[in-house]
Each structure stands twice: as C-alpha cells, then as structure tokens.
C-alpha cells in the first residue's frame, strides 16, 4: 500500500515542492496547513502537477484533535514538518507567536503522532540555528548558537524531537538544516509567494527583475569575501524537496535521531548571484551599495559531505538553475 506522507505547511514554498517530489516518489502526500502564509490556489495546483489528488486539511498544527482527526482517518505513516513562522526580523518583535506557533504546534504535533502511533517525522531545521559560525564550510557538529527568537524555537524544536527520541526508540527523526533555499519548480506553477515585502536575496532580485522593486541594496561590500560581498550557500528548492524524499526512506532504515546539512558546499556572493539573477531575466538588476545588515555573517556555506554519505543524495541543481527557475515563476505569478 502507498505509504500517506503529511506535509505540514505543506501549502507553503517548501513544503509545496516536498509534496511534489514525495508524490513522483510514488508516497501520496497531505497536507495541513492554515494558510496563514500561503494560498489556498496552491492545493489544486499541486494537484495538477502531481497528477494525483492532494488531499488538504485547513487548520492550525496546534488544534491536537484536528491533527489526531487527520492523521487516523488517513493512516499516515509518517509526518514531515514544515508548518512554522519563519521571519527573522518578525520573531524578535513577536517572540511569543513564534514560541507559540513554532515550540507550540510542534508539541501538538508530537502528541498527536504519538497517540496515533506514527513516530517518523522529518523537521524542517535550519542553518540558522549555528548563528555566528567560527569557521565555514559548517559541519553538522558546529557550536549551536542562534542570534534570534527564530533560531532558537529551531535549535529548542531539534531538542525537543531529541528527547522524545531518547524517551521512545521507536521515534525515527531527522533533523534538516536547510541553508538558503531559493528557486521554483520548473513548471513556474508554484513558488516562494512572501505576502509581505521580501527580506531575503532572491525574491527580492525576482521583484526588481519585474520592475516591482526598483533596486536592490546590497548590505556590505567590506566583508572578508573575495568580491566584498556577503557569501552564501543557495540551494535549489527541488534539490531541498528531494532530499526530504531520500530522509524518509533513511528513517526506513534507521532509527534515532539523524541530524543533516542540505546545501551545495558551494558558496556564492551577492554580486555574483545579482550577476547570475541578470542573465536569467536578461535585464540590468539595479543595484546600490549600502551598510551591513544587523545580524549578518560574511560566509555561511555548509559542508553537506554527511548528507551525502547518509542519504545518497546531494543537490543537483546550480545557481543558474534556480535564477531561472525562479524568475520563470515571476513571470507566471504576474501573468
Ligand atoms: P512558508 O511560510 O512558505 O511555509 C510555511 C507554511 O506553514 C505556510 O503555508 C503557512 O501557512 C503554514 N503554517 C504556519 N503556521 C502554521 C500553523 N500553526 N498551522 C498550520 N500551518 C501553518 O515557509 P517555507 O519557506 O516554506 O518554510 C518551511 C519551513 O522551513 C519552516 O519551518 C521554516 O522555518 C523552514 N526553513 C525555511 C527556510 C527558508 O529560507 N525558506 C530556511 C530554513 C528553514
Ligand atoms: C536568512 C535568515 C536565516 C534563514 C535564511 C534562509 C536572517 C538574519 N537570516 O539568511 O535565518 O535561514 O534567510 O531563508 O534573516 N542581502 C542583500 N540585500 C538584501 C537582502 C539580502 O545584500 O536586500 C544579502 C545578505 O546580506 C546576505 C545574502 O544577501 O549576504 C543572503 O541574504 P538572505 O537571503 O536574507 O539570507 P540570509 O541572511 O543568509
């Protein structure tokens, strides 16, 4: 029987493309998702890609019933987790949603599967959660040490899914530190959609491509960098997606707590993705020079050799690739 996947946050720019190469896996994904960063419109897109029907449950993680309701009547088999609040900036002036949401709803979670009997699940971490790195690429048994409210419900969320797994042997959980997704799926049909104005390098690049921004500042060009520029490790959010496939079918084989990198190993500078954002839409990016941003480090590149070893899998896809990728889906959003 086709194992039932549940996609929390599976609406979102993350999970979407996790139910899409779950899917082409052969699993049949589902989805919880309250919407409260995402489209509804995503769903049955994603069922047209798939080809399948994406059954989709709408509601928060933190309603126990509903997810204790979802996951019996659909006899999931295992749980990747994505449903979250993920603004930097937005968690130091809200800590508690973001404890709420974050801390919260992952408890919620872990109860409900735990009364159902379900105990795999893959969590979306991130390299958030090593803060200021000493030296780069990063490797898993970096210090832990999160600058922000956003980071630290990261690193508590891996504690707390650890001790649950110290607890009960039957847990099988792995922990995902994802560095800089970026890209679409190739279709253009579905992407990263921010609500508010973007903060982050590529859909800000996508808004300026469009003329919906009218530059692009770039914070710093006095790093300890080659061209001056902050560094940084972008992964192909399809390669990210596939991954997720490959640490599910690891927690098969092995149970505890297994703790991944997912990037490239390979690190690229604001200039250089500015330059590799122009060729993909063919157009001058406007760009100004301006101060460091609070908060940031030079380089953050990991070193992704155990995801490799562990999973089999490494990211695929280049620079080029997801500049494309994403500005394709640009285009489409506005058409
Ligand atoms: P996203 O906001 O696009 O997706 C999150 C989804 O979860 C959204 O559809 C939102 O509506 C839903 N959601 C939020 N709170 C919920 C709740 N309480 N109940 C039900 N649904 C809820 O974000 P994303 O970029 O797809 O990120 C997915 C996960 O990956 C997050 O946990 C994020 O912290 C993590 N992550 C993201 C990045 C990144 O750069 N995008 C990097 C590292 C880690
Ligand atoms: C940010 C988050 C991090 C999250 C990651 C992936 C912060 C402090 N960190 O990382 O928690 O896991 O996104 O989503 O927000 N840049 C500019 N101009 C801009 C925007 C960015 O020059 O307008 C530069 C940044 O200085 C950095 C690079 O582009 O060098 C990437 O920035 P960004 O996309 O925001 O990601 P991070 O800061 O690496």
């Avoid at 086709?2 to 139910?19: E, Q």
Wanted: with cysteine.
């Amino acid at each position: 029987m086709t194992d039932k996947i549940l996609v929390t946050g599976g609406a979102g720019y993350i999970g979407s493309h996790i139910v899409i190469e779950l899917s082409a896996a052969g699993y049949a994904p589902l989805i919880v998702d309250d919407f409260s960063n995402s489209s509804p419109s995503v769903v049955p897109r994603l069922s047209e890609i798939t080809g399948h029907d994406v059954p989709c449950v709408t509601g928060d993680i933190r309603d126990r019933r509903l997810l204790a309701g979802t996951l019996s009547e659909h006899a999931v088999a295992a749980v990747v987790h994505c449903a979250g609040l993920k603004a930097v900036g937005e968690s130091e002036s809200r800590p508690l949603a973001y404890y709420d949401s974050n801390i919260g709803g992952t408890i919620a979670l872990a109860e409900a599967m735990a009364d159902a009997g379900v105990k795999t699940i893959v969590f979306s971490s991130s390299a958030t959660v090593y803060g200021q790195a000493g030296s780069n690429p990063i490797a898993e048994d970096a210090p832990l040490m999160p600058e922000s409210v956003y980071g630290r419900t990261k690193l508590m969320i891996e504690q707390l899914l650890r001790d649950l797994a110290r607890s009960d042997p039957a847990w099988r959980v792995a922990l995902l530190r994802y560095f800089n997704p970026a890209g679409a799926h190739a279709s253009g049909r579905i992407g990263e959609a921010p609500s508010a104005t973007p903060n982050n390098l590529m859909p800000i690049l996508a808004q300026v491509g469009a003329g919906k921004l009218p530059e692009i500042a770039v914070f710093g060009s006095d790093w300890p960098t080659p061209d001056g520029t902050g560094v940084r490790d972008y992964i192909h959010v399809v390669d990210l997606a596939e991954a997720h496939v490959a640490a599910l079918a690891h927690l098969q084989r092995a149970a505890g707590v297994t703790t991944l990198n997912l990037g490239t190993s390979r690190g690229y500078s604001v200039l250089e993705a500015i330059a590799a954002f122009e060729r993909a839409c063919s157009k001058p990016i406007t760009r100004r020079m301006a101060p460091r941003r609070a908060g940031d480090v030079a380089i953050c590149v990991a070193d992704a050799s155990a995801a490799r070893v562990t999973l089999g899998w490494v990211a695929r896809r280049g620079l080029d690739a997801m500049c494309a990728d994403a500005w394709r889906w640009q285009l489409h959003r506005d058409a």
